[in-house]
Structures are given as structure tokens and as C-alpha cells.
């Protein structure tokens, strides 16, 4: 069980032609699994993660989760399915600023029908992440490391198989940057399989593989 | 705590609630529309009940007042203005002749004073209980028996003390029942039988004072103010008010449907006003609340994005920006009745002064129906406003509202 990515490719059409943002890219992350895509700005790592998640539609090629082709599924199905399989870690702060920090994990348990008791598995997750003293709180008086550990636990609550992350890292400074990338290691090791995008290339080392963007291209990085 | 499930519906609390600036501008424009739509309600069927009314109460067909005393007469019918004016009643008889005349009717007026003899200074109308066509349906309405002489029927508006008696020229009488309100002029006057109105006449003249019925020379038995005319089936008013002019001489003569027709024209104008104001606000109120909606889910794409990579499907956003507005409505609407309510119930009696109209509100049931037609349209108002920002905000791709929310 795995997400696949085969000859996935993502044109857009511009004045001059097509433009290959995504280029018959092939790519396998197995549960457990920790990568890392590094790229300069505009070679396509977004999309590509976009595409991962189900959030984009490839032109052409395939992404299978676990088996299962998300964009043949219905939005309704599609949405739920990416609920209960995909944690994403979006670029930059994502919190929602009518809600604290338990509201804030627990949303994704209530998009989907999963029962009531919310509270249990959010604050198994502020633990995990080292935040639960902060349940109360509202996002705007965080800091970036802190709600990018609201960010992550938000992601896990319902104990996905695989975890995307969006520079998770970015614009933090290095102490922080550390407990973060230490706290995804232990997660990949727990099970989930994790993407990410990231700019430092000083993180590498905490994923298993690295792979490079460039002009919508995937390779190794070595 | 938080520890509700966090729904739709407690989403769209929320983000109200962590916005009241934005919340209480849209809940205002609502409440503007649904106070304008309710209270302009209130007042076009208060208008028509009072037309109703009118129409109902005004009996005979022709009146028949001395000459130049017609506006007074309109007077006491629309507004109950007290006044005074007599011929002789042999005129009664010669109109009765009158070729198209059905019935006859005579009545007699009386101002009391507003002095320490009187209660109250109003329009005493006394009418003949054997050829009344006119006031004694009214009265068998409130009171099944027969007035008793000495005995008041009183308009809905004359205020009666607790022993539910009145003094006139310092004489006490009884007043056997209160008709129900009609708005109009009936509502502020008295009704007696000729023998009561020649005890008023009696009791006025004992305690000095001048009212001179008697503009023949006569007494209360040779002088009446008004002859009221019912016409035969299948003759025409103005044919009729010809025949009697060229018969009686020094006479004016209403016609009902004139009196009718004036108010119902002034009616007709102002109801068209207050709804053409209703629809206009309601189309400016769908326009604003939908430029704002658009404005409000443009600053809030970075939200519906986050919700969406977190899984919501798109009908869910939907739902979520459905659902505020509906929220919405319903607070502006509720807030918008209620404060219409406590102008137009309240203040009703002033409104019906304004106006000059006769104006009658709608009984309770009437009330409710114009009351929850009118939350119906005003919580309908957010939710069709926010069609389009839902759909645009649900149909956009994600990655754009990502990309366009940062």
C-alpha cells in the first residue's frame, strides 16, 4: 500500500504554448517512508504536492493512494477519502483565527461523520506535539513554530497513512526548526509515509530519500 | 472549552462571531429591509382595513346636509371633528317623495363641551331608531337589546370611566355598550335616540348653556342635521342627487361613494408608495448583501483553501457560507420586525392621525401572517445574496484559492 505517481504530468496553457509545470513524473512513497523535494521557486514542487494530495488534477499520468484513483472519484468521495488518508501541512500559518487551538485540530475529524467525541484524539495530538498547554489559546497569539505544530497535529488527527507537507519549515528559526523536523522524523517512524517540500537543504537529513525538481522534472538528489 | 462537534452551523457561529464589525453591518442592512418591509406591511393593510371600514359604516347611499355643510359633514365621518348645523325637519319628508328614494333616515347632531360639565367633548349623533338604516346594525353587533332612552352607545376611542358611565352638562348616563373600532370619525362620537339627545338638549340648557337647535324657530322636534338617503334598486346616484336638487332647495348633498372614493384614491397612493419603497429596498438589499458577500469570501479564500486541503468537500463551503447568511438574515430579520413593532403597534393611533385616513390595524392573526410572510422574505434576502459567492467560492479549484489566498 502506497501512493503512486505515474508519467504524472500538469500543463498550463500559456501565450507562447503549453507549459509543462509537472513533467511525466514517477515517483512511490510507501507508508513509514520520509521524502524530501527541494527545487528552486516555480519548478513545479507545489504542483506536484498539490497533485499528491488530490487538491490538483494531473493532464495526464496517474496518482493512486493506496490503489485508488482520486480523480476518477466524485468530489464528495474524493473529499472524503483525502480526509481520512492525506494530513496536509500547508505553506506558511494556516490556522483559523475564529477558533483555539483544539478547535483548530479537530476540524478535520468533523468534516466527515466520525462520531462526536473530538477531544480525545485532539488532544492526544497537542501532547504528541508538544502543545497541549496551549489548547485554549487562539491562533493570534502564537508563534510560527507553535502553529506549525498546531498545523501538524491538525494533520494527524485522523491518523492518516501519509502526510504532505508544504515547506513546514520555512521562516523559522533553526532551534525550532530542529523540534519540528524531529517531531516529523518520529512521525515517519510511527507509520506515516511524508512528503516535503523544502528550501533547507540542512533538513535533509532527518527524510530517506531526496528527490530535486527542476523545469518539472523529478530526479534523485544525491 | 469547545468541546461542541464542531459543525456547520458551529463554524458559521464562530467565524459571526469572531467578526462583529462585519456581522453587525450585514445583520443591519437586513433588519433596515425587514423593518421597512414590516412596518410598510402594517401600514398598507391598516390603510385598507381602514378603507374597509369606511365603505362598511357609511350605510346610505346620499346625504343630505344644509347648504355649505358638506366638508363638515365628511369631517365627522373621517375624523369624528365635532360640529353643528340643522334644518327643518320637514325636509325629511320631501326628500322621501323624491322620486328613487328608498328610505329615509333622519340624525341630529350635538357638540358637547370641553368644560367641568362634560366628560369629554365630542359629536353627540342622534338617530330615529324607527327609520335607522344605518347605525342600529352596528349597535346590534355590541349590544342585542334595544337602546333604552337615557342610554349611550359609545365609539371605540371615547375613554369611559369604571361605573362605564358619562356626564354631559352635568347630567350622568349610562352607556350601554362601546361599538367595535372602525377608524374613522364614528369612533370618537356618541350615539343616542332622539329622546336622549332632547334630555342633552334639556340638561344643556339648564346648566346655560347656548346650543340653539332651533334654526327654524323651532325646538329638537322641527330641526335635523342630516337626512341620510337610500337609493331604490336600479336607480343611479347622480340621478337621484339631480331629482333632489331640483326639488328641495338650500340643501347640500355627499355622496358616499365620494367620501369613499377621495380616501380610497389617497389610499391607493400611499400603499403604492410604501410597497414601491418595499421592493426597491428589497432589490438594493439583495444587490449590497451580494457585492459584500463577494468582497467578505474574496478576504476569506486563504480559509475555504485550508478547509478544502483538509478535506471539505465543495458542497460543504457551500453549506458554510449558505449557512452564515442564513444566520445572518435571521438575526436582521427578527431585530428588523421586532423594532418595526414597536413603532407601528404602539404608535398606531398617531400613524391614523397623520395620515388623515382612515386607518385600522390588522387583528392579531392578520398580524402574524404579515409578520411571518415578512420573515420569510427577509431570511430568504442572505441566502439568495450569497448564491453566487457560495457557488464561486465551492466551484473554484484549490490549489487557485491556495495560491490566491496567501
Redesign the interface.
Known amino acids: 500500500m502506497a501512493i503512486e505517481l505515474k508519467e504524472v504530468t500538469k500543463e498550463y496553457a500559456r501565450k507562447n504554448g503549453l507549459f509543462k509545470a509537472v513533467n511525466e513524473v514517477n515517483l512511490s512513497l510507501d507508508k513509514g517512508d520520509f521524502i524530501n523535494i527541494i527545487g528552486r521557486s516555480g519548478s513545479g514542487k507545489s504542483t506536484l504536492l498539490n497533485m499528491v494530495a488530490g487538491l490538483l488534477t494531473p493532464t495526464s499520468g496517474v496518482v493512486e493512494i493506496d490503489g485508488s484513483n482520486i480523480f476518477s472519484m466524485k468530489d464528495q468521495e474524493a473529499s472524503a477519502f483525502r480526509n481520512s488518508k492525506i494530513g496536509y501541512v500547508p505553506q506558511g500559518s494556516s490556522a483559523l483565527s475564529s477558533l483555539n487551538v483544539l478547535d483548530n485540530v479537530r476540524i478535520p475529524f468533523h468534516l466527515w461523520n466520525r462520531g462526536k467525541n473530538s477531544v480525545e484524539p485532539a488532544r492526544l495530538r497537542l501532547k504528541q506535539t508538544g502543545i497541549s498547554h496551549l489548547s485554549d489559546v487562539y491562533p493570534k497569539h502564537l508563534s510560527g513554530g507553535e502553529l506549525k505544530r498546531v498545523a501538524i497535529a491538525r494533520a494527524l488527527i485522523n491518523n492518516p497513512d501519509y502526510l504532505i507537507a508544504d515547506e513546514p519549515t520555512g521562516d523559522l528559526d533553526a532551534e525550532t526548526t530542529l523540534e519540528i523536523m524531529k517531531l516529523l522524523k518520529e512521525i515517519a517512524e510511527n507509520g506515516t509515509g511524508i512528503i516535503m517540500v523544502t528550501h533547507e537543504l540542512e533538513v535533509l537529513d532527518f527524510g530517506s530519500r531526496t528527490f530535486l525538481m527542476d523545469k518539472g522534472k523529478l530526479q534523485m538528489y544525491i | 472549552?469547545?468541546?461542541k462537534?464542531?459543525?456547520t452551523r458551529q463554524?458559521s457561529k464562530?467565524?459571526l462571531?469572531?467578526?462583529p464589525f462585519r456581522t453587525v453591518c450585514l445583520v443591519m442592512v437586513v433588519s433596515v429591509l425587514s423593518f421597512t418591509m414590516f412596518g410598510g406591511a402594517v401600514l398598507s393593510q391598516s390603510l385598507k382595513n381602514g378603507l374597509d371600514s369606511l365603505k362598511n359604516r357609511l350605510g346610505a347611499d346620499l346625504a343630505v346636509v344644509p347648504l355649505e355643510h358638506e366638508s363638515q359633514y365628511e369631517g365627522i365621518i373621517l375624523s369624528g371633528e365635532p360640529s353643528r348645523f340643522y334644518f327643518d325637519r320637514s325636509m325629511e319628508q320631501q326628500i322621501k317623495e323624491i322620486q328613487g328614494v328608498e328610505e329615509v333616515s333622519p340624525q341630529l347632531y350635538l357638540s358637547t363641551l370641553s368644560a367641568a360639565c362634560c366628560s369629554v367633548p365630542v359629536q353627540v349623533i342622534g338617530f330615529d331608531p324607527d327609520s335607522d338604516f344605518v347605525i342600529k346594525p352596528w349597535i346590534t353587533k355590541v349590544y342585542g337589546r334595544k337602546l333604552e332612552t337615557g342610554q349611550l352607545i359609545a365609539g371605540s376611542d371615547i375613554v369611559i370611566n369604571d361605573s362605564k358611565t358619562l356626564k354631559f352638562f352635568n347630567d350622568t348616563y349610562p352607556v350601554a355598550a362601546q361599538l367595535e373600532k372602525t377608524s374613522t370619525g364614528m369612533d370618537y362620537s356618541i350615539y343616542a335616540n332622539m329622546d336622549t339627545m332632547r334630555m342633552l338638549l334639556e340638561g344643556a340648557k339648564k346648566t346655560g348653556m347656548n346650543l340653539s337647535v332651533d334654526v327654524y324657530g323651532t325646538d329638537i322636534d322641527h330641526s335635523i342635521s342630516t337626512v341620510l338617503v337610500k337609493l331604490k334598486k336600479g336607480y343611479d346616484v347622480d340621478t337621484v342627487t339631480t331629482n333632489i336638487r331640483r326639488q328641495v332647495s338650500g340643501i347640500g348633498i355627499v355622496k358616499s361613494k365620494n367620501v369613499f372614493l377621495s380616501a380610497a384614491n389617497q389610499i391607493s397612493v400611499l400603499i403604492t408608495f410604501v410597497n414601491t419603497i418595499a421592493y426597491a429596498l428589497w432589490i438594493i438589499a439583495v444587490f449590497v448583501l451580494a457585492v459584500m458577500f463577494t468582497v467578505i469570501m474574496n478576504g476569506r479564500k486563504?480559509?475555504f483553501?485550508?478547509?478544502?486541503?483538509?478535506?471539505?468537500?465543495?458542497?460543504?463551503l457551500c453549506k458554510i457560507v449558505l449557512t452564515e447568511s442564513l444566520m445572518i438574515s435571521i438575526l436582521g430579520g427578527v431585530l428588523g420586525a421586532f423594532l418595526a413593532s414597536l413603532v407601528v403597534f404602539p404608535f398606531s393611533t398617531y400613524i391614523g392621525e397623520s395620515l388623515h385616513l382612515p386607518y385600522l390595524l390588522p387583528d392579531v392573526i392578520s398580524s402574524i401572517r404579515l409578520l411571518v410572510g415578512n420573515l420569510v422574505l427577509a431570511i430568504a434576502t442572505g441566502p439568495v445574496a450569497a448564491i453566487y459567492s457560495a457557488g464561486k467560492v465551492s466551484r473554484t479549484?484549490?490549489?487557485v484559492l491556495?495560491r490566491e489566498g496567501?
Open positions: 472549552m469547545g468541546l462537534p464542531l459543525t463554524l464562530n467565524n462571531r469572531s467578526n486563504k480559509e483553501a485550508l478547509l478544502r486541503s483538509l478535506g471539505a468537500a465543495r458542497v460543504k479549484e484549490t490549489c491556495i496567501e
